[in-house]
């Protein structure tokens, strides 16, 4: 037997044997699966001839997807399909120029899915990128000694066969050190940390490489663990291992795999972590959005008491002040002429009434609650230094949304009158169903700045009704306010 066919047997059993160990010892991986099939293809040649490079499929294969077992973006999967077409392609018809596009192929995704790593993904991958290049290259000088005739067919093949050899070395001493199960727990972490809607129990599934993990949910109104799906987790089958997440003296949760798992104790250590971190953090985003959903109902309630103490106060202000008020002029005039003492009684009556409707203006005014929204704003109109478009047809709304509309539409022409320079401006109101929109607008120089107090303090009472305040003032461009109220309650 010549030197190069011991070589090209001893490559053969190298990786087959390589395969075998990553099989049984990473059996969350499929790096061992297809150090096997390219054993097997390896041999395959020795039986015909023309599928001597039927090996290049699989060895390709393992390259673009070590060390999680997955391919990453179209193009691996371009690449990797390539390369089975190549290796069969060749049982028929050599070609030099397809063997020099693989190797080019390889190199180009090898880099690709190199650069989406990052962190202990990215350590784990360079020894991938490493024997991707180097077989990447020894293909290259295959390829090119057949179309450029260097005649060194020997050198090449024994290159080829050394590279070939000792990647797969390489790649098996570094998933037996652990660069596996690195990339698998950082992926994991990645994805949970992303929050991808395929759920927990899919993410641990792909992360393990076990298709029938299940994890069960501790419930202690239940004294038991529940599934993603809500039934109960059978833990008493024999051919599956429980590994419980705790936090201190609590269980969390269980997570249920292949027993050989147990073999490969960093992997699970990291998966119980993993499960552990991501409850925690589900506990307190739901602590969170429950603190938020508080606070929002508590500002909303805020607004709505306030605005129900200004209606008592208007209908306070109605039977009490005002009727006393018009109760004193009626008897100044029915006690005869009226001579100057008592004409200047009744100015002074006239004038605290008007004090009294200005103040009532600025609690609720009267026509708001007796008109509704269009009435008011059109009495609102009217006293407008600026001259204003009203369009409002609308039905009656709920207090709390008519009073913020009515006084976002005061505020806003109050801003216009002493700040805008405008010549006229607009209010037009809509609704439907859902929610009612204030859009007041202006043609005056624009450049109104949100951060304003009377600005800032619209939006925070626009905010606690769940509503949107957008302002819109280019310079030179007047100015838009839109004020956008649900006129149902988000679900607290």
């Given at each position: 037997m010549?030197?190069?066919?011991?070589l090209?047997?001893?490559?053969?059993?190298v990786?087959l044997?390589?395969?075998a160990?990553?099989?049984?010892?990473?059996?969350?991986?499929?790096?061992?699966?297809?150090?096997v099939?390219?054993?097997?293809?390896?041999?395959?040649?020795?039986?015909?001839?023309s599928?001597?490079?039927?090996?290049r499929?699989?060895?390709?294969h393992?390259?673009?997807?070590?060390?999680?077992?997955?391919?990453?973006?179209?193009?691996?999967?371009?690449?990797?399909?390539?390369?089975?077409l190549?290796?069969?392609?060749?049982?028929?018809?050599?070609?030099?120029?397809?063997?020099?596009?693989l190797?080019a192929?390889?190199?180009?995704?090898?880099?690709?899915?190199?650069?989406?790593?990052?962190?202990?993904?990215?350590?784990?991958?360079?020894p991938?990128?490493?024997a991707?290049c180097?077989?990447?290259?020894?293909?290259?000088?295959?390829?090119?000694?057949?179309?450029?005739?260097?005649r060194?067919?020997?050198p090449?093949?024994?290159a080829?066969?050394t590279?070939?050899?000792l990647?797969?070395?390489?790649?098996?001493?570094?998933?037996?050190?652990?660069?596996?199960?690195?990339a698998a727990?950082?992926?994991?972490?990645?994805?949970?940390?992303?929050?991808?809607p395929?759920?927990?129990?899919?993410?641990?599934?792909r992360?393990?490489?076990?298709?029938a993990?299940?994890?069960?949910?501790?419930?202690?109104?239940?004294?038991?663990?529940?599934?993603?799906?809500g039934?109960?987790?059978?833990?008493?089958?024999?051919?599956r291992?429980?590994?419980?997440?705790?936090?201190?003296?609590?269980?969390?949760?269980?997570?249920?795999?292949?027993?050989?798992?147990?073999?490969?104790?960093?992997?699970?250590?990291?998966?119980?972590?993993v499960?552990?971190?991501?409850l925690?953090?589900?506990?307190?985003?739901?602590?969170?959005?429950?603190?938020?959903?508080?606070l929002?109902?508590?500002?909303?309630?805020?607004?709505?008491?306030?605005?129900?103490?200004?209606r008592?106060l208007?209908?306070?202000?109605?039977?009490?002040?005002?009727?006393?008020?018009?109760?004193?002029?009626?008897?100044?005039?029915?006690c005869?002429?009226?001579?100057?003492?008592?004409?200047?009684?009744?100015?002074?009556?006239?004038?605290?009434?008007?004090?009294?409707?200005?103040?009532?203006r600025?609690?609720?005014?009267?026509?708001?609650?007796?008109?509704?929204?269009?009435?008011?704003?059109?009495?609102?109109?009217?006293r407008?230094?600026?001259?204003?478009?009203?369009?409002?047809?609308?039905?009656?709304?709920?207090?709390?949304?008519?009073?913020?509309?009515?006084?976002c539409?005061?505020?806003?022409?109050a801003?216009?009158?002493k700040?805008?320079?405008?010549t006229?401006?607009?209010?037009?109101?809509t609704?439907?169903?859902?929610?009612v929109?204030?859009?007041?607008?202006?043609?005056?120089?624009?450049?109104?700045?949100?951060?304003?107090a009377?600005?800032?303090?619209?939006?925070?009472?626009v905010?606690?009704?769940?509503?949107?305040l957008?302002?819109?003032?280019?310079?030179?461009?007047?100015?838009?306010?839109?004020v956008?109220?649900?006129?149902?309650?988000k679900?607290?």
């Amino acid at each position: 037997m010549s030197v190069v066919s011991a070589l090209d047997l001893l490559v053969g059993a190298v990786v087959l044997g390589a395969g075998a160990v990553a099989w049984r010892t990473r059996p969350g991986s499929r790096v061992g699966l297809l150090m096997v099939l390219a054993g097997l293809a390896w041999f395959a040649g020795y039986l015909t001839p023309s599928l001597v490079f039927l090996h290049r499929g699989p060895l390709t294969h393992l390259h673009l997807v070590y060390p999680t077992g997955r391919l990453r973006g179209p193009l691996s999967w371009v690449a990797v399909a390539a390369a089975y077409l190549a290796a069969v392609t060749e049982a028929f018809a050599r070609s030099p120029c397809l063997q020099v596009i693989l190797a080019a192929l390889v190199v180009v995704t090898a880099f690709q899915v190199f650069g989406r790593t990052s962190g202990p993904a990215r350590v784990a991958a360079r020894p991938a990128l490493l024997a991707a290049c180097a077989f990447a290259l020894v293909l290259l000088l295959g390829g090119v000694n057949q179309l450029f005739a260097w005649r060194l067919d020997l050198p090449v093949l024994l290159a080829y066969d050394t590279v070939v050899a000792l990647v797969v070395v390489v790649l098996l001493v570094d998933l037996l050190g652990g660069g596996w199960t690195d990339a698998a727990l950082a992926e994991l972490v990645t994805n949970v940390g992303r929050g991808l809607p395929t759920g927990l129990r899919a993410q641990l599934r792909r992360a393990m490489g076990d298709p029938a993990v299940e994890i069960g949910f501790w419930r202690a109104n239940r004294g038991s663990y529940v599934a993603e799906d809500g039934t109960v987790l059978d833990l008493t089958g024999d051919n599956r291992a429980a590994t419980r997440v705790d936090e201190g003296d609590e269980p969390l949760a269980v997570v249920a795999h292949d027993p050989v798992l147990l073999g490969d104790p960093e992997l699970i250590a990291g998966v119980a972590s993993v499960v552990r971190l991501a409850l925690s953090n589900n506990r307190l985003n739901a602590e969170i959005d429950a603190a938020v959903t508080e606070l929002r109902a508590s500002r909303r309630r805020l607004v709505e008491i306030g605005d129900a103490q200004c209606r008592r106060l208007e209908a306070a202000l109605v039977a009490g002040p005002y009727e006393q008020l018009d109760l004193a002029a009626g008897i100044l005039r029915e006690c005869g002429p009226l001579n100057g003492e008592r004409d200047r009684l009744l100015i002074e009556l006239h004038a605290a009434r008007a004090e009294m409707d200005a103040f009532a203006r600025g609690v609720r005014p009267p026509s708001l609650a007796a008109g509704g929204l269009s009435a008011a704003l059109r009495e609102l109109a009217q006293r407008s230094a600026v001259p204003v478009t009203v369009t409002a047809d609308v039905r009656r709304l709920p207090p709390a949304v008519e009073a913020a509309v009515y006084f976002c539409c005061s505020e806003g022409l109050a801003n216009i009158a002493k700040h805008a320079g405008a010549t006229a401006a607009s209010i037009e109101i809509t609704a439907d169903a859902r929610k009612v929109v204030a859009h007041i607008g202006d043609d005056g120089v624009g450049g109104a700045d949100r951060r304003s107090a009377g600005l800032r303090g619209l939006a925070d009472r626009v905010e606690a009704l769940d509503g949107t305040l957008t302002v819109v003032s280019p310079p030179g461009g007047g100015t838009q306010l839109v004020v956008s109220l649900p006129l149902a309650r988000k679900e607290e």
